[in-house]
């Protein structure tokens, strides 16, 4: 009835409320503000005019001049868009949900209202709502497979083309086309904005038959670049060494951001970092430590954006997504450890690798500290190195990467002939080949090239080929429920148990308790994700066990996404086989990972993969690694090789050679073609060569 409030506190909450109303008045009045002050802000007429005026068109400015932020709201506020959504793409999902955390906020509206984001796994949007829509590169070339024309958009914004990603690049190519198919003449014309920083403008306004290149000149100070004397040993000690040097003799205000390569790499510096402050107490002022990677979710990576408190300094621990894709305000010390983490692929084989990055990136990641004052940028690498070692400009993806995915989207959407489309910079024949067999071997292409019934579901499925081969396999074998788990977990495998240095014992016999010697790795993880079900998917569970929470959140929601999937690619997501009958599992994954196979060599160490013939070994963090040399198994299927000095399988399990014929007899064919049975024919200690 409402009757019961006493007046006094309705006048109370009346008056909150009105404090809660000028607060959010006055931030929204400081933000708008703050997008007039952008260096964007003072071309807008000239920039609105050129789109009007042309249907390509490339910008091209310093980081952190408003592309990202401002140009998707020009858009809008001219109606340039004809009333359908603005599409922003991304390279990575970091970016794409902040910066539409951001615009929302820029706009005083919800997220996922107005503005809103679409990443692989998670959608954000409201259809018929949603006008300004960022969403990463994949995919966007993922709702071209449903919507050709890409009809519910009048806008697409190709953001940080410079990177040259795979999709950004295909996507390139695509809108080519679809801008004659929807030209500014026709009745929903599509504009088009390919946004870069400063590098590789030039090449896509060529690209685009001389397409008009808006350049915006940005604010930029003087950036003191300093180099090491010698090479550094361990870049992560010397990066956390250079952090708390800086932050000890450096006057505040101003923020550092440390480049590193990955998770493992960031995760392990903030924990230093924290031990080393906690040690130094209230000698330093307070450090605030913020890691910054694909995976961490929404509420941390926010937290990179808030002021820093006066009195403290920040230090923002990132991969190379800080490098142009985020901009973060107040940096002055840039601490650069040279490396990145990148595709590569040799004989045919991709792999992860740690590899020294470019003269133009690390141009890019020292002009971070020159965004609000002079600043310094402190190179972990010689000036020799810098000079002589690093490649003038990173090589496109697209060239150091395995492209089946790629040539099995370009398929589907009806591209026949491969060596004939017009790639911004085409992958080598040989690489395109490579791809055309292995997706007939596993069934996806028919003899003629053709995308088969097998290879349409594949499509369908967000992940890799292999991982979409090795579910709908699991069909066959009635244990769909645990190859769920296992293609969720397998992503999150990475970053899924962790070492504190002071515990490490308590977590080594936490992991022991999950070991599946004979499922390997795969069924270790199965059984991981099934005791944090029977947990109730608890906290204190992960806590006690050493395992990562926000890895086990995020398996769980890849498998929802999946198991909902399930039913579009025609398999019932209900049959389970139990994690006694793990052969099955074990085969239904081979369906897809078969020509992920090596054998054990006569050194008993060492294996050799099947195809490719690459030296390799179990990786340390195998559960099959803790074995017993004489009880390492003949023959492997792992999922990833990882190269740092040496080449190294990760999750691995044990397979038997008669299983490879039975899922994949093509490829089975053509590797004991290669002498693989021959050899294991042999009898013991009797070399062939020798
Ligand atoms: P560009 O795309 O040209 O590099 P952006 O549009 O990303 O520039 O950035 C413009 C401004 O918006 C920068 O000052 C940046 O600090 C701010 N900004 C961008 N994203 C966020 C965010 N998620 N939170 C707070 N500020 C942001
Ligand atoms: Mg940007």
Redesign the pocket.
């Known amino acids: 009835d409402g009757g019961g409030i006493p007046a006094s506190q309705q006048t109370k909450e009346l008056q909150a409320f009105k404090e809660q109303l000028e607060a959010a008045i006055s931030a929204e009045t400081s933000l708008q503000e703050g997008r007039k002050k ?1 260096p964007l802000y003072a071309m807008r007429e000239e920039m609105v005019q050129a789109m009007r005026d042309y249907q390509i068109l490339i910008v091209s ?1 310093e ?8 140009i998707p709201q020009y858009i809008l506020e001219e109606n340039l868009a004809g009333g359908l959504t603005i599409a922003c793409t991304q390279p990575r999902r970091v970016a794409a949900m ?2 539409a ?2 615009v929302a906020e820029e706009r005083g509206a919800r997220l996922g209202g107005e503005v809103g984001y679409s990443v692989r796994f998670e959608n954000k949007t409201t259809p018929g709502v949603t006008k300004i829509k960022f969403l990463t590169d994949g995919m966007l070339l993922r709702e071209l497979q449903d919507d050709p024309t890409l009809s519910q958009y009048g806008a697409v914004m190709l953001d940080e083309a410079h990177e040259r990603t795979i999709s950004t690049d295909v996507l390139g190519v695509l809108l080519k086309d679809l801008a004659r198919a929807r030209g500014l003449e026709t009745e929903q014309p599509l504009r088009i904005i390919i946004s870069s920083a400063t590098m590789n403008a030039d090449k896509f306004s060529q690209y685009y038959d001389g397409a008009p290149l808006f350049f915006v000149p940005g604010r930029t100070f003087a950036v003191n670049t300093l180099f090491t004397q010698n090479p550094e040993a361990n870049y992560l000690q010397a990066a956390i060494t250079t952090v708390m040097q800086t932050h000890i003799s450096q006057p505040l205000p101003g923020d550092i951001l440390v480049f590193l390569t990955g998770q493992q790499d960031i995760d392990e510096a903030c924990e230093e970092l924290e031990a080393t402050c906690k040690k130094l107490g209230n000698r330093v002022a307070p450090l605030i430590i913020c890691p910054i990677y694909a995976t961490l979710p929404s509420e941390v990576q926010a937290k990179i ?1 808030e002021p820093t408190p006066k009195g403290c300094r920040k230090v923002v621990v990132s991969t190379n997504i800080a490098e ?1 894709s ?4 107040g940096i002055v010390f840039v601490v650069d450890c040279g490396l990145e983490k990148s595709n590569s692929v040799s004989n045919g084989i991709s792999s992860l690798q740690t590899q020294p990055i470019s003269r133009a990136s690390a141009v890019q990641r020292a002009g971070r500290a020159g965004r609000v004052r002079d600043g310094i940028c402190m190179r972990l690498y010689t000036e020799y190195a810098y000079s002589h070692e690093l490649e003038e400009e990173p090589i496109p993806e697209i060239q150091r990467s395995n492209v089946e995915s790629l040539v099995l989207q370009l398929k589907s959407l009806g591209v026949d002939n491969l060596l004939d489309f017009d790639f911004i910079d085409a992958p080598s024949a040989e690489s395109l080949m490579g791809a055309l067999e292995s997706l007939y071997l596993l069934g996806a292409l028919n003899s003629q090239g053709e995308v088969t019934r097998l290879g349409r579901k594949i499509v369908e499925v967000p992940s890799s080929p292999q991982l979409a081969a090795a579910l709908i396999a699991s069909a066959n074998f009635g244990c769909t429920q645990e190859v769920l788990t296992i293609v969720s977990m397998l992503e999150e495998s990475a970053s899924l148990f962790y070492r504190p240095k002071d515990q490490k014992v308590h977590a080594d016999s936490a992991r022991q308790r999950f070991t599946h010697k004979e499922g390997g790795d795969h069924l270790t993880l199965m059984q991981v994700y099934n005791t944090w079900v029977e947990a109730d998917y608890s906290i204190t569970w992960c806590k006690e066990n050493f395992v990562q929470y926000r890895s086990l959140q995020r398996a769980r929601l890849v498998r929802e996404q999946l198991e909902a999937l399930c039913e579009r690619i025609e398999i019932p997501p209900e049959t389970t086989c139990g994690a006694g009958d793990y052969d099955k599992i074990l085969k239904a994954l081979l369906s897809g990972f078969f020509a992920n196979t090596a054998t054990l060599t006569r050194d008993g160490r060492h294996y050799r993969t099947l195809s490719g013939k690459i030296q390799t070994r179990i990786h340390p963090s195998s559960v099959l690694a803790a074995n017993d040399q004489a009880y390492l198994p003949k023959l492997v299927m792992y999922s990833e090789l990882r190269v740092t000095s040496e080449e190294w399988m990760s999750n691995v399990a044990p397979i038997e050679a008669s299983w490879i014929g039975e899922v994949a007899p093509h490829f089975w064919k053509k590797a004991k073609g290669d002498g693989v049975e021959e050899r294991k024919k042999l009898p013991k200690g009797q070399g062939r060569a020798a």
């Open positions: 952008l400015s980081t952190g001049s408003g592309k990202t932020t401002q902040s910066v955390a951001r954006f142009t985020l901009t973060i305000d």
